[in-house]
Structures are given as C-alpha cells and as structure tokens.
C-alpha cells in the first residue's frame, strides 16, 4: 500500500499519524487531569465539612464545660468557656451550613441539629447556669 506513495508522501503519512496519537494522548490526560482536579477539590471540601463539624464538638464541649464549672464554682469567670463554646458554635454552624448549601440532606440534619442544640441550651445548660445563680443569691436553697 505504502509502496505506491513517494518518500515525501510516506513522511507526511506518518508525521500526520504521530500528530494524530499525540493529540488524542493530549486530549485523554486534559479529560484526566479534569476529573482529577474536581475530586482534589470535593476531597478539600469534604476536609473542610469535617473541619467545622469538630468545631461544632467542642464548641458544645466547652459549653459544657463552662456550665459544669460555674455549676461548680459559681462565679462569673467559669463561665468563659461556655460564653465563647456559645460563640463557636454559632460560627462554626453558620460555616458548615454554607458549606453544604448544595446538600439538602445535610441542611435538614444540620436543621435538626439546630433544634436539639436549643432545647439542650434552654432546658439543660441555662435551667442549670439559673439554678446555680438562684442558690448563690439564696432564692433556692439545696
């Protein structure tokens, strides 16, 4: 087949075929380099999820914390921890909402969460700090 073409036309054929293969290689590793570049950066966001989800933990840790030590104590200066667990959390749940703002299974676990994390303050964490406050000022007594 080849034997029919001149040298000139031979080289052509070939230099034509090695364009072609180098394209289609270049083409195969942009397609790659693509898919791996949306996965880095879903692996960076799922880092960053769970980045703020520890925040959240101790940020309900320090909470916690705070009331035990004032419940404790009874003095204002154990309640740092709970005033700045209070501060996190409201940070790091406005982070990690906005975060997953295309999940909407995570925004209603997160709205849940919400929930939980009011009640726990209202019927836990402040009846305790009040109770605590009421027996230093001796309107309940133990």
Do not use: C
Not at 110 to 116: D, G, H, N, R, T
């Amino acid at each position: 087949m080849f034997d029919n073409l001149r040298i000139g036309s031979r080289l052509a054929n070939v230099f034509a075929a090695i364009v072609a293969t180098l394209i289609a290689v270049a083409g195969f590793s942009y397609v790659n380099l693509s898919r791996y570049s949306e996965a880095n950066e879903w692996n960076t966001h799922t880092y960053e999820v769970l980045e703020q989800s520890t925040a959240l933990l101790m940020a309900l840790v320090n909470i916690e914390s705070g009331q035990r030590g004032f419940m404790l104590g009874g003095t204002d200066n154990f309640l740092e921890p709970f005033n700045s667990g209070k501060a996190a959390f409201d940070q790091a749940f406005n982070q990690i909402k906005r975060l997953t703002s295309d999940n909407q299974s995570q925004q209603q676990r997160l709205e849940q969460l919400k929930v939980s994390y009011s009640s726990w303050m209202n019927d836990a964490v402040m009846y305790g700090i009040n109770l605590r406050r009421d027996v230093g000022t001796g309107k309940v007594s133990l």
